[in-house]
């Protein structure tokens, strides 16, 4: 058995000082953005009492599926990199990049440079780059799959892209880890869902994510961006894929979204027949202590019949 804690959205701040200089980019609407909601509503001592949570229940593997940063600057950037060694080595900890940690043109390259011991596939050359997604490890009896939908947008825009080469190595990727028996996990930071995020968020290529699900299979997508802890369902070759977002990891308690949530995911069973069990944990009102909020099996005998009908609906588009 596999088990995997899954956070996202850190949203790490306070922002380090910055010039006119840095600011003369999208990052003045950003900044804005931070000191109208960010600031008010993320906190680094959220995020230390779910890491806290994180490390006592002891996962075998965790995911982060980004937005580890808010502007991308430089000190940010680096900030991250240390908050990183806090949360685990590279080996023990998977990482890939949100719309925030792309936000202006070149920060993307920044990060996977300073992220890199996160971000790397098993036997890929060094170092990451925007380019060497998706990246693949194996641990235990799954086969972890790194996405990047990260890519820098126009300013008020937090959409995500996913193209035709990174779909192409997803698909080969999936087979291969087919062939060994692995129960694939697929990291990526926007939804890969029609309607899960609204149109200015949204993820480009989401039929083409679709295809690649229908033709390949997979057996979990882990998703953030939305900051909402929800479950979607997509049609796979070998069967329902459970699609699961997280609450951001350092929300407080009163804001417009949920309050600081992660995910423990135990992986169990053998090819062809696997158990998937989802836990969510996270702060509730009038209490700084993580608590557990619900369970729920990924089974897709659990799949709402309406959903799926919806999505035969579009299929038959
Ligand atoms: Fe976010
Ligand atoms: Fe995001």
């Known amino acids: 058995m596999l088990r995997l804690a899954h956070l996202s959205d850190v949203h790490l701040g306070p922002l380090p000082d910055i010039s006119y200089r840095e600011l003369a980019s999208k990052r003045i609407t950003g900044y804005i953005n931070w000191q109208r909601n960010r600031k008010a509503n993320l906190h680094d001592h959220v995020i230390g009492l779910i ?34 060694e806090l949360v685990g080595p590279g080996d023990d900890v998977s990482v890939v990049p949100g719309n925030h940690d792309a936000y202006v043109p070149g920060a993307l390259d920044k990060a996977c440079r300073a992220w890199g011991d996160w971000m790397w596939g098993d036997g890929m050359d060094r170092p990451a780059h925007r380019g060497a997604f998706p990246y693949m490890r194996v641990r235990g009896n799954a086969a972890l799959i790194g996405v990047s939908s990260a890519r820098a947008t126009a300013p008020f825009m937090a959409s995500g892209y996913f193209g035709s080469t990174q779909a192409r190595r997803l698909g080969r990727m999936l087979d291969e880890a087919k062939t060994k028996g692995l129960c694939r996990v697929i990291m990526i930071h926007h939804p890969p869902v029609r309607g899960a995020a609204p149109q200015h968020k949204r993820l480009f290529g989401i039929g083409r994510f679709k295809k690649v699900m229908e033709k390949h299979g997979a057996e979990l997508v882990l998703h953030g ?12 070759r070998d069967g329902d894929v459970p699609v699961v977002g997280v609450a951001a990891a350092g929300q407080a308690v009163g804001g417009s979204k949920p309050a600081a949530q ?16 989802l836990q969510r944990r996270g702060l509730v009102a009038d209490s700084d202590r993580i608590q557990h909020i619900v369970a729920q099996s990924l089974d897709a ?17």
């Open 51 to 84: 890491l806290d949570d994180i490390k006592a229940q002891a996962p075998d593997h965790i995911a982060v599926t980004g937005d580890l940063v808010n502007l991308a600057l430089d000190a940010e950037v680096e900030f991250a990199r240390q908050w990183l």
């Open 225 to 236: 961006h939305t900051h909402l802890p929800s479950l979607y369902w997509l049609d796979g």
């Open 301 to 317: 005998a659990e799949r709402p019949q309406v959903q799926k009908l919806i999505a035969s609906r579009s299929h038959a588009k």
């Open 262 to 277: 992660f995910n423990l995911i135990e992986i169990d069973g053998e090819p062809n027949a696997w158990t998937l069990n």
